[in-house]
Nanobody, 121 residues
Framework: QVRLVESGGGLVQPGGSLRLSCAAS????????AAWYRQAPGKQRELVAR???????NYSDSVKGRFTISRDNAKNTVYLQMNSLKPEDTGVYYC???????????????WGQGTLVTVSS
């Protein structure tokens, strides 16, 4: 069984920065695809950033140039660096991944529990 655990959320002022982490529990071989989604109050969950196994990234227009998704294979962790934060970035951020375990088993659409980011003065 593979699980994802997010951390790094919190309260930050507009213009500030946060780095979210998404750590995989259990022994994994690789993240095939990793992504960050967010859900603002009263809105649907939306894709924020996505990264393939070979490093191709894409971002929503609303965060392009401000957010960066990256991966540390040695730590089995995916990050979301968020800079120049705006109040409209407020929401619960979820990690989502397609993972291959150390035994070669593929886990599709694994979700973390979410971490709350609040951007407010």
């Amino acid at each position: 069984q593979v699980r994802l655990v997010e951390s790094g959320g919190g309260l930050v002022q507009p213009g500030g920065s946060l780095r979210l982490s998404c750590a995989a529990s259990g022994r994994i071989r690789s993240y095939n695809v990793a992504a960050w989604y967010r859900q603002a109050p009263g809105k649907q969950r939306e894709l924020v950033a996505r990264r393939t196994a070979v490093g191709v990234t894409n971002y929503s227009d609303s965060v392009k140039g401000r957010f960066t998704i990256s991966r540390d294979n040695a730590k089995n962790t995916v990050y979301l660096q968020m800079n120049s934060l705006k109040p409209e970035d407020t929401g619960v951020y979820y990690c989502n991944a397609d993972i291959t375990s150390i035994l070669g088993q593929r886990y599709l659409e694994v979700w973390g529990q979410g971490t709350l980011v609040t951007v407010s003065s």
